[in-house]
């Protein structure tokens, strides 16, 4: 017949419909939407029934494709997922590796991970190769997208793919909130049609890693069949004896080893042979999964396997006391440590809140119940235990008779620094009347600071902690006393002792607190104290002073240096029968240095040691004129350079003088210039000097001779 059936107003064929109080609805059939064909899709007043459709398994992303240096490589899309799966390629490399995600793609964080083959992981945050393909657990729920970011590259070919799962199932986290009840509600999330296996394991795989499976070896779910799936739940029973291994795989050919939760047994590498139970492992990401006997063994045991989509998450909800305390066990992805257990860089840790009070008081109703950690202005209120102790064993007031003594008991001093004895009589006590004992052993006192203590007077004395136990002996004179107090305080730190006023006189039983200091000498062999007295002050032994050689003022006395004369060295520059330029010309000359008794050197420029000072005592200049007879008047400059080597042009011009000769054949001039005090040319390794002059004749030149004497020091 046809497909479509005509419908005629006023008749016709009749449709199926339903009268609502007046109002006539069409009532529809959900059938197959095969063509001519009127199977119904089934329902019941529960619903529709919905069927899985076949599971999909979700392709992987590469984010570094054989990296070799560093960079972010590809980002993948995460929107949707709550974990993503990480695989590392089992070529040998060196570099880090971080997983980052971002919500914008433009501000990148760090996230922690775990690495699924690790028998009780930490969270890590970074992958370090360790050269074999390996799984990490990364939760991305609320990014965007994720990316793998290489740092540190060394060497290698670095390959990452990401696989999304549906649920996180690496960890067991809880939530504690606030609910409108007085129970524990817990809500675990419920999953749809779980896939199962089963089978026996009998014999050892001899292919662990790849190949086909020896027979009886292995226990698996369907490659693919669990895609979306955040959990399997493993359950044995039977007689093998070899230790059992949980595998994946993201290519249905390379196998890597995965730990396990066993339920109320924490975190596993593997399941040893014959310890029946339950234990479950992360699916989220994986392609394939299964049990292999990986090591030798004897009996069979039969497993069954079961894939789920719910995950770990439990809701608490929690209001007023829980009966019992709730217990987080050991390897459930929290950082639970064991009493024996090593600290290691990075370890993560749990986060411990304390209420804010800005005045401390009791959070709980009766002794010995729980109370929170308190804090203030970021800082957590704490009570030192600083009260001191009245030791009743060693404190009295009961006035002695003449003579008599009181003798305390033993205090046990472990908890205590120091001791204070105070105590008054109306009448002086005995000499060293009062004993302040220490003792190792109760028993024996061998310590001992002892005090005289005057009439009418109170005194407090302060001593340190210095053995295990403490008494106090009080000896009176020979006089009954008409009221004494005495009374021991033992502090858990030492206070100050009491002060004493600069006019106060010092006798030796005085109660201050003195620092006494000696100055120290060195005799050649041992040290000594400094010697001295009142009436003379800090004793001097002259006789070890050097004789005075002149003079007649005493035998003995100090002889000084002056600075200038420290380290000095004798400097003389001269030069003889220098022949003068032509008339008016000013001529450098050539000088002889002379230093101590070193060989002599000449030159036109001179420059002081570096770091001395050339000290000038005096200078002659001469001039002397031709054997014929001719006049001539010569000038004669000394001259400096700041800045270097000095020239006939250099300045400053310091010094100048004049000599002159008649027209007398050979006749001489002669200048010399004392300097007392000298003048000084600072060494400073730049700063140079020279001697020019000039001389103004008619023919026939003149000759010249300088001499400058003084030190360097």
């Given at each position: 017949?046809?497909?479509?059936v005509?419908?005629t107003?006023?008749?016709g064929?009749?449709?199926?419909?339903?009268?609502?109080?007046?109002v006539?609805?069409?009532?529809?059939?959900?059938v197959?939407?095969?063509?001519?064909?009127?199977?119904?899709i089934?329902?019941?007043?529960?619903?529709?029934?919905?069927?899985q459709?076949a599971?999909?398994?979700?392709a992987?992303?590469?984010l570094?494709?054989?990296?070799?240096?560093t960079?972010?490589?590809?980002?993948?899309?995460?929107?949707?997922?709550?974990?993503a799966l990480?695989?590392?390629?089992?070529?040998?490399?060196t570099?880090?590796?971080?997983?980052?995600a971002?919500?914008?793609?433009v501000n990148?964080?760090?996230l922690?991970?775990t690495?699924?083959v690790?028998a009780?992981p930490?969270m890590?945050?970074?992958?370090i190769?360790?050269?074999?393909t390996?799984?990490?657990?990364v939760m991305?729920?609320?990014?965007?997208?994720?990316?793998a970011r290489i740092t540190?590259y060394?060497?290698?070919?670095?390959?990452?793919?990401?696989?999304?799962?549906?649920t996180p199932?690496?960890?067991?986290?809880?939530?504690?909130?606030?609910?409108?009840t007085?129970s524990?509600n817990?809500i675990?999330t419920?999953?749809t049609?779980?896939?199962t296996?089963s089978?026996?394991?009998?014999?050892?795989?001899s292919n662990?890693?790849?190949?086909?499976?020896t027979?009886?070896?292995?226990?698996?779910l369907?490659?693919?069949?669990?895609?979306?799936?955040?959990?399997?739940?493993i359950?044995?029973?039977?007689?093998?004896?070899?230790n059992?291994?949980?595998?994946?795989?993201i290519?249905?050919?390379?196998?890597v080893?995965?730990?396990?939760?066993?339920y109320?047994g924490?975190?596993?590498s593997?399941?040893p042979?014959?310890?029946?139970?339950?234990y479950?492992?992360d699916?989220?990401?994986?392609?394939g999964?299964r049990?292999?006997?990986?090591?030798?063994?004897?009996?069979?045991s039969a497993?069954?396997l079961?894939?789920s989509?719910?995950s770990?998450?439990?809701?608490?909800?929690?209001v007023?006391?829980?009966a019992?305390p709730?217990?987080?066990?050991?390897g459930?992805g929290?950082?639970?440590?064991?009493?024996?257990?090593?600290s290691?860089?990075?370890?993560p840790g749990?986060?411990i809140?304390?209420?804010?009070?800005?005045?401390?008081a009791n959070?709980s109703g009766?002794?010995?119940?729980?109370e929170?950690?308190q804090?203030?202005?970021g800082?957590l209120?704490?009570?030192?235990?600083?009260?001191?102790?009245?030791?009743?064993n060693n404190?009295s007031a009961t006035?002695l008779?003449?003579?008599?003594?009181?003798?305390?008991?033993?205090?046990?001093?472990t908890d205590?620094a120091?001791?204070?004895?105070?105590?008054?009589?109306?009448?002086?006590?005995?000499?060293d009347?009062?004993?302040?004992?220490q003792?190792?052993?109760?028993t024996?006192?061998?310590?001992?600071d002892?005090?005289?203590?005057?009439?009418?007077?109170?005194?407090?004395?302060?001593?340190q902690?210095v053995a295990?136990?403490?008494?106090?002996?009080?000896?009176?004179?020979?006089s009954?006393?008409?009221?004494?107090?005495?009374?021991?305080?033992?502090?858990k730190?030492?206070?100050r002792?009491?002060?004493?006023?600069?006019?106060d006189?010092?006798?030796n039983?005085?109660?201050?607190?003195e620092?006494?200091a000696?100055?120290m000498?060195?005799?050649?062999?041992?040290?000594?104290?400094?010697?001295?007295?009142?009436?003379n002050g800090?004793a001097?032994?002259?006789?070890?002073?050097p004789?005075?050689?002149?003079g007649t003022?005493g035998?003995?006395?100090v002889?000084?240096?002056?600075?200038?004369?420290?380290?000095?060295t004798?400097?003389r520059y001269y030069?003889?029968?220098?022949?003068?330029?032509?008339?008016?010309?000013?001529?450098?000359?050539?000088?002889?240095?002379?230093?101590g008794t070193a060989?002599?050197?000449t030159?036109t420029?001179?420059?002081p040691?570096s770091?001395?000072?050339?000290?000038?005592?005096y200078?002659?200049?001469?001039?002397?004129?031709?054997a014929t007879?001719?006049a001539q008047?010569?000038?004669?400059?000394l001259?400096?350079?700041?800045a270097?080597?000095?020239?006939?042009?250099?300045?400053p011009?310091?010094?100048?003088?004049r000599?002159?000769?008649?027209?007398t054949?050979?006749a001489?001039?002669?200048v010399?210039?004392?300097?007392?005090?000298g003048?000084?040319?600072p060494?400073d390794g730049?700063?140079?000097f020279?001697?020019t002059?000039?001389?103004v004749?008619?023919?026939?030149?003149?000759t010249?001779?300088?001499?400058?004497?003084g030190?360097?020091?």
């Open positions: 017949m046809a497909d479509n005509p419908i107003a006023g008749s064929t009749p449709i199926a419909a339903d009268d609502c109080s007046g006539w609805f069409q009532r529809v059939k959900l197959d939407g095969t063509l001519d064909s009127t199977t119904p089934p329902g019941d007043a529960n619903g529709l029934r919905v069927s459709g599971a999909l398994w979700p992987g992303v590469i570094q494709n054989a990296a070799t240096a960079g972010v490589g590809t980002a993948m899309d995460v929107r949707g997922y709550a974990s990480l695989v590392t390629n089992n070529a040998s490399w570099a880090n590796v971080y997983a980052e971002s919500v914008d793609d990148w964080v760090a922690d991970f690495a699924l690790q009780a930490d890590l945050s970074a992958i190769n360790n050269g074999q390996a799984f990490y657990r991305v729920a609320g990014y965007k997208s994720l990316r540190n060394t060497s290698g070919s670095v390959t990452v793919t990401g696989y999304l799962g549906n199932s690496d960890y067991t986290n809880v939530w504690v909130r606030y609910m409108p007085t524990m817990v675990p419920k999953g049609t779980d896939v296996a089978g026996t394991i009998s014999a050892q795989n662990p890693n790849s190949g086909t499976p027979a009886n070896s292995t226990v698996a369907a490659n693919g069949s669990f895609a979306g799936m955040a959990t399997v739940s359950q044995f029973t039977g007689t093998w004896n070899g059992l291994q949980a595998q994946g795989t290519d249905g050919t390379n196998w080893n995965l730990s396990l939760i066993k109320q924490g975190q596993i593997l399941i042979g014959v310890v029946a139970g339950i479950s492992c699916l989220a990401g994986l392609y999964f049990i292999s006997a990986n090591s030798s063994g004897t009996g069979s497993f069954t079961r894939a989509v719910a770990n998450l439990i809701s608490l909800g929690v007023g006391s829980i019992s709730i217990t987080l066990q050991s459930l929290y950082p639970i440590r064991q009493e024996d257990d090593a290691a860089d990075g370890n749990m986060a809140l304390a209420v804010r009070h800005a005045t401390p959070t009766t002794d010995l119940d729980y929170l950690l804090v203030n202005n800082r209120w704490v009570s030192g235990d600083n009260t001191g102790l009245v030791s009743t404190s006035p008779g003449s003579g008599a003594v009181f003798t305390g008991t033993a205090d046990d001093l205590y120091a001791v204070t004895v105070y105590v008054f009589s109306n009448i002086v006590s005995a000499t009347g009062l004993s302040i004992q003792s190792s052993d109760g024996n006192w061998d310590h001992l002892l005090y005289t203590v005057p009439a009418s007077t109170g005194k407090s004395f302060h001593i902690a295990k136990f403490v008494r106090v002996v009080y000896t009176n004179s020979g009954a006393q008409g009221s004494f107090r005495l009374q021991t305080v033992l502090h730190n030492a206070p002792g009491s002060s004493v006023r600069p006019q006189a010092r006798p039983d005085n109660d201050m607190e620092t006494l000696y100055q000498v060195f005799n050649g062999t041992t040290w000594d104290r400094v010697r001295g007295s009142v009436a800090m001097v032994d002259v006789t070890r002073l004789a005075i050689t002149k003022q035998t003995t006395g002889t000084t240096q002056d600075l200038k004369d420290a380290g000095r004798s400097v030069a003889t029968n220098v022949a003068a330029g032509t008339t008016g010309t000013e001529t450098i000359f050539t000088l002889t240095s002379s230093r060989a002599t050197t030159g420029s001179f420059t040691a770091g001395k000072t050339f000290r000038i005592q200078i002659v200049f001469t001039s002397r004129g031709n007879a001719v008047v010569t000038t004669h400059s001259r400096i350079n700041t270097g080597a000095a020239i006939v042009t250099s300045t011009l310091v010094l100048q003088a000599t002159a000769t008649p027209a054949s050979s001489w001039d002669r010399q210039i004392d300097i007392p005090d003048y000084e040319i060494g730049t700063l140079s020279c001697v002059a000039n001389s004749y008619v023919t026939s030149a003149p010249w001779d300088v001499l400058i004497v030190y360097e020091y």
